[in-house]
């Protein structure tokens, strides 16, 4: 709800019972607007009830399943990006400066 600053004081009560209900409430004034909030306004996350999800047939006790999953997980990196075992090639370090000298010099 936004209003003017003369309608918010005109109903400064009620508005900011209703802003501490949870409501929001926008005051406009000189082309600037102002939101009323409590100082300790819960998140709108923290009001989330968090549920668990759970595959149907898979044992939470039984770790199996994780295995399971790094192996398909690690087939796919290999398939994509290359093997992870391989250790990474490194470029020949090689300095600009001294090759330029040397076809300089040839």
Avoid: C, Y
Avoid at 76 to 84: H, K, P, T, V
């Amino acid at each position: 709800m936004e209003l003017s600053i003369t309608e918010f004081r005109r109903n400064i009560f009620s508005m900011v019972q209703k802003a501490m209900e949870g409501g929001e409430v926008w005051v406009s004034h000189k082309g600037r607007r102002f939101r009323i909030v409590p100082e300790n306004a819960p998140s709108k996350l923290s009001r989330v009830t968090p549920i668990e999800i759970v595959s149907p047939g898979v044992d939470l006790e039984d770790d199996s399943w994780k295995k399971e999953m790094m192996r398909e997980w690690e087939k796919n990196w290999d398939r994509q990006l290359g093997s992870i075992s391989r250790p990474p090639r490194k470029a020949p370090a090689r300095n600009r400066v001294n090759a330029r000298q040397s076809r300089r010099r040839a």
